[in-house]
């Protein structure tokens, strides 16, 4: 299965700890209405799991995704609950 995984966070909380294979894309990113570089090409059924530290910022980034035709988005909330769902569909 397709899957991304987006730390919402700022580039400094994401360079202290992050979820193995994330790619990190601050809310900021999202603001200009246009979706960031780093989702070019990226398939709208992808799965795409956001997480940040409490699931606010994560939960703001998955309206605007949602709002750009994507369909399969997960608020992942933080970076153990993502740890956790990952380890649970490995």
Request: aromatic fraction near 6%; charge should be positive.
């Amino acid at each position: 299965m397709n899957r991304i995984i987006i730390d919402t966070r700022e580039d400094f909380e994401f360079a202290a700890s992050h979820v193995q294979g994330a790619i990190n894309i601050p809310p900021a990113k999202f603001m200009g209405g246009k979706i960031p570089k780093k989702l070019d090409g990226v398939e709208k059924d992808t799965e795409i799991i956001v997480y940040c530290r409490s699931g606010a910022r994560s939960n703001t980034v998955g309206h605007i995704l949602s709002q750009h035709g994507f369909t399969n988005i997960k608020n992942g909330v933080n970076e153990q609950h993502v740890r956790k769902y990952l380890a649970s569909v490995a």
